[in-house]
């Protein structure tokens, strides 16, 4: 029989309060964005990245946690003994800054109960948790049966090189979970399909450049088109459309600026895409053939133009995000990342969308970048239930469901594995809170303190 400890879970978790307040500060000032610019053997995503991994380990080894370096790719705490593993994957990387923030990005302020900060929610935060929940339980006494890996990579953000390369050098866990998304399990994650395009064609476009990771919807855009403004155009455009906007003219060019919604590109309806609405307006305004050619495809954000659209019975909607664009007078290219339920096989998509652009009037070239197909593990598993019922004991939740998403976590690289948190659905949304890869990103303290509990509850009735 499993000898079971009796803990109060979060009153365990509120008394490392402020342990959890200031590691997470610590963390979230080291601006860990890749920089190809300083990538060595030992830092293969740049200096701050391999400052950041170095301090999670230095951090989990100060706490008797064995730690272990991947090459700067990946590394892990462990704890415990046993035949089977836990794996608990966070990552240590953030989407680039933006524009607009009305705090300092990585200032890790804490603010009527909120820290503010790219990564305190995406993924810093839940990955401090899940570090504050090992540290908790050893410092209670638990003695774990399985081997437990709190696993940190360095490159979710931006293709998971890291586990990758984790794969093929580290331990690989049994089963477990990614603190990486939202409670109550993550089930389901639709595949994940980068898709470039570049075409040679005439455009009154002299530069357009916006975006930088095909999955954030570009919140910001300016284009500079030869020639004089169209002002009735512009003005009749703001007036019509959900997008803000005004214009300049420089050296003889008008330079069209627009402010859209920057959101996760899984979700791009949540967001407001202003590259989209550039190309649009010009393509309009201007009779511009490849600027109108390219939003008219790309008008819904379900794929109904490219002829890709698919609702799924579990993950819902195909999604297509207009991630990357880069125009210089003749030359275009753009970025797309299409996120696609089980139903689909990714090659039958991309052949879709190679003739689709093919048949458009577009001198074109069409490559697939990524395809990563779909996660799906089974809502009724040993894994999926207990983690569930923990969520609602904690939470007093007993109404969301298990839910899929477009988002694509650490769960897709390894078998047996789910998101799960740290997100909670019911909590009140925050007025000038960001969520994740948006402005003014921020998490509520108290809500970490309770994923800390969570987390820690998971794994004691995983390992024990």
């Known amino acids: 029989m499993k000898r079971r400890i009796t803990m109060d879970f979060y009153q365990l978790a509120k008394k490392y309060e402020a342990d959890l307040v200031r590691d997470l500060q610590e963390i979230v000032r080291i601006p860990s964005l890749f920089d190809e610019t300083t990538i060595t053997e030992n830092a293969p995503f740049g200096n701050e990245l391999r400052r950041a991994l170095d301090w999670f380990l230095a951090k989990g080894s100060a706490e008797g946690f064995e730690a272990k370096d991947y090459q700067g790719y990946a590394g892990y705490l462990s704890w415990g003994e046993g035949e089977q593993s836990l794996g608990i994957l966070g990552h240590l990387d953030i989407v680039p800054i933006g524009v607009g923030w009305s705090k300092e990005p990585f200032g890790a302020e804490v603010i009527d109960g909120v820290m503010y900060g790219r990564g305190t929610g995406d993924d810093k935060g839940p990955t401090i948790a899940a570090f504050t929940a090992l540290k908790l339980l050893k410092d209670a006494g638990f003695t774990p049966k399985k081997k437990i890996y709190l696993i940190a990579g360095c490159d979710e953000e931006s293709g998971m090189a890291c586990m990758k390369h984790y794969k093929e050098h580290g331990p690989i866990p049994d089963f477990g979970f990614v603190p990486d998304a939202s409670f109550p399990v993550i089930y389901g994650e639709k595949g994940i399909m980068n898709v470039k395009v570049t075409a040679a064609a005439e455009s009154v476009v002299v530069k357009l450049e916006a975006g930088e990771r095909p999955n954030i919807v570009i919140g910001e855009a300016e284009v500079t088109v030869a020639g004089l403004p169209k002002e009735k155009d512009f003005d009749f455009y703001l007036a019509t459309q959900d997008v803000k906007g005004s214009y300049r003219v420089e050296d003889g060019n008008t330079v069209y600026h627009f402010d859209g919604i920057f959101s996760h590109g899984s979700v791009p309806q949540e967001g407001i895409n202003a590259a989209w609405h550039a190309l649009n307006f010009v393509g309009g305004a201007y009779q511009d053939k490849v600027s109108h050619t390219v939003a008219s495809l790309l008008a819904d954000y379900r794929g109904k133009q490219l002829g890709i659209k698919k609702k799924g019975s579990h993950m819902g909607d195909l999604t ?83 839910l899929t998403m477009g988002g694509g976590t650490y769960a897709r690289t390894l078998p047996n594995f789910v998101a799960f948190g740290a997100e909670f659905p019911q909590r009140p949304m ?18 970490l303190v309770l994923a800390t509990a969570i987390y820690a509850e998971a794994i004691y009735e995983l390992t024990r």
């Open 320 to 402: 297509v995000n207009l991630g990357i664009v880069r125009m210089h007078e003749n030359d275009v290219s753009f970025v797309l990342d299409i996120r696609y339920p089980q139903e689909c096989d990714g090659n039958e998509l991309f052949q879709t969308i190679q003739k689709t652009f093919s048949s458009s009037g577009l001198n074109c070239e069409v490559q697939c970048l990524i395809d990563k197909g779909p996660l799906f593990v089974d809502p009724k598993s040993e894994l999926v239930s207990t983690l569930e019922k923990i969520y609602r004991k904690h939470s007093q939740d007993n109404t969301t469901p298990l």
């Open 430 to 447: 925050i007025q000038g809170v960001g969520d994740a890869h948006q402005k003014d990103e921020g998490v509520e303290v108290e809500a």
